[in-house]
């Protein structure tokens, strides 16, 4: 069965502080995993895609790591800010009618 | 603004009533995908329709449709509404069949009460 688990559900930290999500699939054929920043009440937005060939890949402050061969990926978050409080949420292309699995999310609280 | 446009933003009605979403996708993009988002579950896909055709089904229930019109914008169609069905509904677009990047609207924030 197509399954993306996340973990930790929940994650509360200091700002200015550095954090690591991650997300663990099972879906197969796999094409590419993306992760989306979706703010309370508004709509998710994707902050990076992760290919098969690609290990690494960083968009600002955020960096995605993936390893198709255990099927893992992560999101660390650098130098936290407020702004970052938010679910992040871990989608893998690949099964789904949609040919997408989403993941449950992880819910961020950054405290100053 | 995020180029998706859905409405109402909030809605609160009965059981057994009926209620419409619409959707207004990104400028130039053909495909349109409804998901519903509860508390306790994470995105879960509806239905999507390219170019005013349905292209895939998810675990929508018979009480729910949707259609996409010639001008695209999109309708999601809740009927004999129950407690369970209080959730945020998102629309979606992307510009091909394949849902490479999608562009996700705010929600709409239904509460059945």
């Known amino acids: 069965k197509n399954q993306v688990e996340q973990s930790p559900q929940s994650l509360i930290i200091l700002e200015g502080k550095n954090c690591t999500l991650q997300?663990?699939?099972?879906?197969?054929?796999?094409?590419?995993l993306r992760w989306y920043k979706q703010d309370t009440g508004r709509g998710p937005v994707s902050l990076t895609i992760?290919?098969?060939?690609?290990n690494t890949k960083s968009n600002g402050r955020y960096t995605a790591t993936l390893d198709a061969d255990t099927k893992q990926s992560s999101l660390h978050i650098t130098a936290s800010q407020l702004s970052d409080s938010a679910s992040y949420i871990c989608?893998?292309?690949?099964?789904?009618?949609?040919?997408?699995?989403f993941g449950k999310g992880t819910h961020l609280i950054i405290q100053p | 603004d995020s180029g998706v446009t859905q409405t109402p933003k909030h809605l609160i009605t009965a059981t057994g009533q009926r209620v419409t979403l619409r959707c207004s996708p990104r400028?130039?993009?053909?495909?349109v995908y409804w998901y519903q988002q509860s508390l306790d579950q994470g995105l879960q896909f509806l239905i999507q329709?390219?170019?005013?055709?349905?292209?895939a089904k998810g675990n929508i229930l018979e009480r729910f449709s949707a259609q996409q019109f010639p001008d695209l914008h999109s309708e999601l169609n809740l009927s004999s509404l129950e407690l369970g069905d209080s959730a945020l509904y998102f629309c979606?677009?992307?510009?091909?069949?394949?849902?490479?990047?999608?562009?996700f609207g705010s929600g709409t924030q239904l509460s059945v009460l």
């Open positions: 979606a677009s992307s510009v091909g069949v394949l849902n490479e990047k999608l562009l």
């Open positions: 989608v893998v292309r690949g099964g789904g009618a949609d040919g997408l699995t």
């Open positions: 992760m290919t098969f060939s690609e």
């Open positions: 400028s130039g993009d053909l495909s």
């Open positions: 329709y390219y170019n005013g055709e349905e292209r």
């Open positions: 997300c663990n699939y099972t879906v197969s054929p796999f094409s590419n």
